[in-house]
């Protein structure tokens, strides 16, 4: 634990599904299945802390509590209610107190809110009412998760929210009779990193009981939504390349804890203690390790690209000395030697995946920044399960899918308890979206200004470098004849050096994508200068939080433009080489 308090391990949250009704002559299997899975994902992923999100339900949602609280890992219960209308569930005393046994030593409890503004009496009793906070349920744990445990007969479920419905919705986003089935068929064509589940086979103390055909019960599968294999031994390589990098971000997050506490710069602010709403503090906090790390990885970026661009510019200036001036072999030696110079830089950021980490930590950070402001400002999804996360990134590379797995899981508790405060509200409009002397809206104002004004420097170079190659040419042409050969050099050098450091400042200016930036800065001035009017002639909060919905989501389609720009702004040897040439 650090000074201020936070793990700097970030939680792989495993979220369990299962059946009630286990065979007794099963569990002894199911109980050392579960077991043996814990311990691999705890062995296999050491940078991260293991979290079990169950509901404790009577069957496989105990049994694997059971099994997390024995390996000493964190454990939250995720009810479907309050935990007095919850209790109803459990029918003998027996069932009753070891239920209340084991919320007793969870670490957290979490109770999700009423469907559609149910009251807690019209959940005393069986009915819709009670099918449709358990289908919540299903849907809050797969959506806030990064695998799924499923306790499953592997059969469809014959209610709704039962163990089938929440192994589909993990994997197409739809559970029949709860989610809109428009939006699922479009999240059906999307490669989605969060459908990966862990499949511990099991039978019902039911007729019909036994696994579906082709199950063997016990039996263990890793349960995707690939078209070729969607059950295998051993985790597929796409969820095992997100999870490395998830293990990365955490391992960035440890080594440099103490940057991170000295530089961090909370969305909260100084109204931390103003009665903004507790359940952020996660988002905050992962916030600011995001942005922190993303800034540390920026200038590590800025350091290379400035080096080898002023390399490459004496690179340059080497061959045009040996091209114009004096054809000496030494100013060729001096051209391989810089050259090697920057290639080992170049080959060190590589290697440190500087650039890439840059551009993800980043990305994470700006989309924790509309997950914190919605959560602050009571705004979400006109579905209901849909959160932040859904909006984020969805139609790029599926390695970025990290990202939203991170984000699903900051978002646990607020999304859980969703406020409508007023002063939420304010704090928000005057943070996030702020005026000139503040919030994004300043911070967009201001560094337009300052693209613009590096933009025109890069012009004004070109125009300097263009004008004074036309007048040595010219001077060349008219009294060229009356020049000495040791005048001609040195002229076209100059002018060579001129349309040099032209060159090398246009190839600095593309490798930060200055001119597209500028766009982009541009377009979200307008943005949030729109929705900073549209706010204040908002007759209502219902309006206002409208507005940011539509503000969020646009921010969020803005951020996954510029990391798609930027990935392939990377500088490359052969482009030090080119420039250099």
């Known amino acids: 634990m650090s000074e201020s308090g936070r793990n700097d391990r970030l939680p792989l949250v495993i979220a369990v599904t299962g059946h009630r009704n286990l065979c007794a002559d099963e569990r002894p299997g199911l109980h ?25 339900a009577e069957g496989a949602d105990q049994l694997a509590a059971d099994v997390a609280l024995e390996l000493e890992l964190e454990v939250i219960a995720v009810l479907p209610m309050e935990v007095g209308a919850y ?106 990193e969060s459908d990966l589940v862990y499949h511990v086979v099991c039978s019902r103390d039911q007729d019909g009981g036994r696994p579906a055909p082709g199950l063997v019960p016990l039996e263990t599968w890793w349960y995707s939504k690939d078209a070729e294999a969607p059950r295998s031994r051993s985790m597929p390589a796409q969820h095992e390349a997100i999870f490395a990098r998830s293990a990365e971000f955490s391992r960035d997050r440890m080594r440099h804890a103490e940057l991170i506490e000295q530089d961090a710069h909370p969305l ?82 590589k290697r440190g995946q500087w650039h890439r980490k840059y551009l993800d930590y980043r990305a994470l950070a700006e989309g924790l920044r509309v997950q914190f402001y919605w959560a602050v400002a009571g705004v979400c999804d006109e579905n209901d399960s849909l959160f932040v996360h859904d909006n984020f990134l969805r139609t790029q590379d599926p390695e970025v899918g990290w990202i939203r797995n991170e984000m699903r899981v900051a978002g646990l508790r607020s999304d859980a308890a969703r406020s409508r405060e007023q002063r939420g509200l304010e704090f928000v409009l005057r943070e996030w979206i702020g005026d000139d002397s503040g919030g994004q809206l300043a911070y967009f104002n201001r560094r337009t200004a300052d693209r613009v004004r590096w933009n025109r420097l890069t012009e004004a170079l070109g125009v300097i470098s ?116």
């Open 32 to 56: 050392r299945a579960v077991r043996e899975f814990l311990i691999e994902m705890r062995d296999r992923f050491p940078d991260r802390r293991l979290q079990l999100l169950t509901p404790l």
């Open 268 to 349: 909260a602010g100084t109204a931390g203690s103003s009665g903004l709403p507790a359940h952020v503090a996660a988002i905050d906090d992962l916030f600011c390790t995001a942005d922190v790390l993303a800034v540390h990885y920026q200038r590590k970026v800025l350091r290379t690209l400035r080096v080898t661009h002023f390399l490459a510019f004496f690179m340059g200036l080497s061959f045009i000395l040996y091209a114009d001036v004096q054809t000496e072999r030494a100013f060729m030696v001096v051209f391989l030697g810089l050259f090697m110079v920057s290639a080992a830089i170049q080959a060190v950021a």
């Open 466 to 581: 263009l004008l004074t190659s036309v007048a040595m040419i010219l001077m060349v042409v008219l009294i060229g004849d009356r020049l000495s050969e040791a005048w001609i050099g040195p002229l076209l050098a100059t002018m060579g050096a001129l349309l040099l450091v032209y060159g090398i400042r246009q190839g600095y200016a593309y490798a930060l994508a200055e001119k597209e930036l500028i766009k982009q800065y541009r377009f979200m001035q307008r943005l949030f200068g729109n929705a900073r009017l549209r706010l204040d002639q908002a007759a209502s909060p219902f309006e206002q939080r409208h507005i940011l919905r539509a503000l969020g989501r646009a921010a969020l389609d803005e951020h996954s433009e510029w990391l798609v720009m930027h990935r392939s702004r990377s500088v490359e040897q052969s482009d030090i080489w080119r420039m250099g040439s």
């Open 87 to 192: 209790r109803a569930d459990f029918g003998t005393p027996a069932s009753l107190r070891d239920f209340d046994q084991r919320l007793a030593r969870m670490h957290e409890v979490i109770e999700l809110l009423h469907v559609d503004g149910g009251t807690a009496d019209a959940l005393e009793a069986t009915g819709s009412e009670r099918d449709a906070q358990y289908a919540q349920l299903g849907v809050f744990l797969a959506a806030h998760c990064h695998l799924l445990l499923a306790i499953w007969d592997g059969k469809p479920s014959d209610h709704i929210g039962g163990t089938g419905d929440v192994v589909r919705f993990h994997h197409d986003s739809h559970m029949p009779g709860y989610t809109d089935s428009v939006f699922a068929t479009q999240q059906m064509l999307i490669d989605d």
